[in-house]
């Protein structure tokens, strides 16, 4: 059984949309990371959240944590190729530092 | 570039064979974790160390072990290969400092094990 689980699991729009991918638990975490992956290497950490409903804003992308601190959401505005990637998100739970990752969310901006 | 280092960058076997991937954490980080990654699937947790010790374990394989040394780096061995074990394989690494300090993970590059 998967902790998170991220919708959509594909994604495929064209230069210039905006979209928004969430992340689900019916689990309570301490934080939440956003990572992005491009083929062949490691996630790349985007941003971490820990307040519930903090928002935070990194150039076109603007990440959301749940009130309940139980579900995030990705939002990007003005789509670029250079976006293109997996977008993972991650909880922390306090016990011991452990982590749980999300299904992933494959994203395909097409110029 | 994360901090976090992971040899070889590829790794091509034999079915039967055993290798080892080597990883180490950034500087100060005293946890890290083991990750597989197959083709077009997410990330799957096989085992986390601190300080030494195992502290949590995941989808790990009997096949498989691993563990940290003294100085904090790790190594995940991989023994009795199967060509189901071609993948990447991450290290991430976090300070682990306790269930009060809220924690990151930074991963390596990755290793690519195929499988022949």
């Known amino acids: 059984t998967q902790l998170l689980e991220q919708s959509p699991q594909f994604l495929s729009i064209q230069e210039g949309e905006n979209l928004t991918v969430y992340c689900n638990s019916s689990s309570v975490f301490s934080s939440l990371q956003w990572y992005r992956q491009e083929p062949g290497e490691g996630p790349v950490l985007l941003v971490t959240?820990?307040?519930?409903?903090e928002v935070k804003k990194l150039k076109r992308l603007t990440f959301q944590f749940g009130d309940a601190r139980k579900d995030s959401s990705l939002h990007i505005t003005a789509a670029q190729p250079g976006d293109t990637g997996l977008y993972l998100c991650?909880?922390?739970?306090?016990?011991?530092?452990?982590?749980?990752f999300g299904t992933g969310t494959s994203l395909t901006v097409i110029p | 570039d994360s901090g976090v280092t992971q040899t070889p960058k590829h790794l091509i076997t034999a079915t039967g064979q055993r290798v080892t991937l080597r990883c180490s954490p950034r500087s100060g980080d005293l946890s890290v974790y083991w990750y597989q990654q197959s083709l077009d699937q997410g990330l799957q947790f096989l085992i986390q160390?601190?300080?030494?010790?195992?502290?949590a374990k995941g989808n790990i394989l009997e096949r498989f072990s691993a563990q940290q040394f003294p100085d904090l780096h790790s190594e995940l061995n991989l023994s009795s290969l199967e060509l189901g074990d071609s993948a990447l394989y991450f290290c991430?690494?976090?300070?682990?400092?306790?269930?009060?300090?809220?924690?990151?993970?930074?991963f390596g590059p990755g290793t690519r094990l195929t499988v022949l």
């Open positions: 959240v820990v307040t519930g409903g």
């Open positions: 991430a690494s976090s300070v682990g400092r306790g269930a009060t300090f809220v924690d990151t993970q930074y």
């Open positions: 160390y601190y300080n030494g010790e195992e502290r």
């Open positions: 991650a909880g922390e739970k306090n016990t011991g530092n452990q982590f749980y």
